[in-house]
């Protein structure tokens, strides 16, 4: 069993599967130590669709490519993006996506590979099981705390996914496509969708598994006040 630390410094994003299904017991367990994430006056402001179907899955991918493929750049109740990169974070935005496609052997020019590629997202990577995660407007509305709870909430069901194997990839792509996953499933109308994980049994004998994205130095991120 992997401790904290481990789980942290172990964890990257695997963006290929196998097709062996999680147990539901398994996703129980996962999802009720994710509902002990703290968030703000103990609101639990995530609304949670954990689907294993095959079908509702296929349904809600291949309409978000069907809009992709007419064009429409995003369709959505937040914005994941900065509007404007700046630098440093446009850099390591770079550096980390010239990193996969430089091991996977993609040209930098390679529009449409690259386009596949972003679109395996909503072939959920072959994974078996996505987690959406929604929360209700009126949170949002002026307001943006619950996100910091949302995101804290994305980060204890990928921590504890892993004490069952069990990897992930959180996903931003179906942020910009929150509300064609909201028509496909039919959610209540107060719901906004804030994002995406995929969960599932990586594929051990594909390459792109084998990315690990390093990190900056502490001190770039972190000021230490003695
Ligand atoms: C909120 C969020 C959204 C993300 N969206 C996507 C996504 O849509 N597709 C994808 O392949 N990876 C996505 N990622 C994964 C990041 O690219 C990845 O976490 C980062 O490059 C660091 O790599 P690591 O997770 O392997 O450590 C997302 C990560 C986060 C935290």
Known sequence: MPTVLEALQNRSSKRAYTDEKIPKETLEKILIAAGMTPSGANMQPWVTYAISNEDTLSNIGDAIIAKMDEGIENDQFIQYYPKKW??????????????????????????ETRIEMWKDNFRWFGAGTVIFVFTDKANIDGAEGVLLDCGAYMQSIMLAAQEFGIDSCPQGSTTEFGKVVAEVLQTPENLALLYSVVLGYEDKTAKINTYQPARVKLEDTVTFID
């Open 86 to 111: 700046v630098n440093p974070y446009k850099k390591r935005r770079i550096v980390t996506g010239a990193g996969l496609y430089k091991l996977l052997e993609v040209d930098r020019k390679d529009n």
